[in-house]
């Protein structure tokens, strides 16, 4: 049996039958353990070719395969080696379209921290502790405030704030300057994380970790993806990556 086949008639079924991320995930890392790296990286490329079907079941594959690559020093010594060698194959096959979900080149940009030193006058001089109990609260005016905290513990919980609006957290991934680490906590957002306006800031926001964009930019409808293609504040890989998939 073939690697095309094997896809049609033991993994897509799979995928298509749930559509739950944590058993998609369990499923990703079965398939990374039990076959060769040179069948996943077909596998992957099958993926990537078939990411705009109707049925979605490729975007299914991609979503828990990203969020199993973007927390990999939580998975097993065996699963982290073996992504290593899936992408070594990968670069040895030219299969350029799969080597760039491995790749986590520099940011583009870096913000400075002193930009955020006075972020809040009064709460600036709050405990974190004390920021972190605010977070919880169903004060609105409290939510919008902390949106502007620069420490990745405090928006972790106000990401789970009920009085949390779509539209915060889109300005909240656009905002520039912004730290890393603050955009990563909106994508490991289990209320966000598949959120499509939520993502597409993510990735054009030029102070994300471009392994994040990278990632991201391939779970993108067409008309994103030409916008990111045209963005030239972004990394030069994430517009290549958009290149790929609306060529």
Known sequence: M??????????????????????HKHLVREILLRLEPEDVTDILKIVISTLRDEENVSLRIMNAFVDVLMNIESE????????????????????????????SPPPVMVADPKDYEEWDVELSKVTLG???SFA?????????????????????????N?????????????RRPNFAPVLLEIYNSFRWKNNRRIRVTLVRNPYSYPKLSIKLAYMLPKTELCQVRNDTEIHPVIRDVAK???S
């Not at 097993?76 to 790749?103: A, C, P």
């Not at 779509?166 to 300005?171: F, K």
Request: proline share 4%; hydrophobic share 40%; charged share 35%.
């Open 244 to 246: 790929y998939l609306t």
């Open 76 to 103: 097993s010594r065996i699963l982290y080696e073996r992504i290593e060698t899936i992408y070594l194959t990968s670069v040895e096959k030219n299969f350029d379209e799969v080597k760039f979900l491995f790749v």
């Open 2 to 23: 073939n690697i095309r086949d094997i896809y049609e008639t033991e993994i897509r079924p799979l995928f298509r039958t749930s559509t739950e991320l944590s058993f």
């Open 162 to 174: 009920p009085r949390l609006f779509e539209s915060d957290v889109i300005a909240l991934g656009a």
């Open 136 to 160: 919880k609260r169903l004060d609105r005016k409290m939510v919008e405030r902390l949106l502007r905290d620069p420490t990745p513990e405090v928006i972790r919980i106000l990401l789970l």
């Open 130 to 132: 004390e920021r972190k």
